[in-house]
């Protein structure tokens, strides 16, 4: 079964770093991050093609990185200069080609306070 498990999430300070991972298990092609926050829509974050091409969204550029580990078929997110803004739950994509459909992890919460 592809499920997506995500870890890492959790509280940070503002400026700090966090790590987030996702498993899935199946023929795994493009890999992702979205985020939603309260009240907001879902969010573009990074993806990960399997290739290791990547492309990130306008508001995380230049802070986080996402990269795989196509052996494990695990995406990472490190975040960095983490904002109150980034606060929100984080959900992981995973394209199957098996079942040709994109699949979603049950999400993980990262708040950025004081």
């Known amino acids: 079964q592809v499920q997506p498990v995500e870890s890492g999430g959790g509280l940070v300070q503002p400026g700090g770093s966090l790590r987030l991972s996702c498993a899935a298990s199946g023929t795994i092609g493009t890999m992702g991050w979205y985020r939603q926050a309260p009240e907001k829509q879902r969010e573009f974050v990074a993806s990960?093609?399997?290739?290791?091409?990547?492309y990130y969204g306008d508001a995380v550029r230049d802070r986080f990185t996402v990269s795989r580990d196509n052996a494990k078929n695990t995406v990472y997110l490190q975040m960095n200069s983490l904002k109150p803004d980034d606060t929100a739950i984080y959900y992981c994509?995973?394209?199957?080609?098996?079942?040709?459909?994109?699949?979603w992890g049950q999400g993980t919460q990262v708040t950025v306070s004081s």
């Open positions: 990960i093609q399997v290739d290791g091409s990547t």
């Open positions: 994509s995973v394209y199957d080609y098996d079942t040709r459909s994109l699949h």
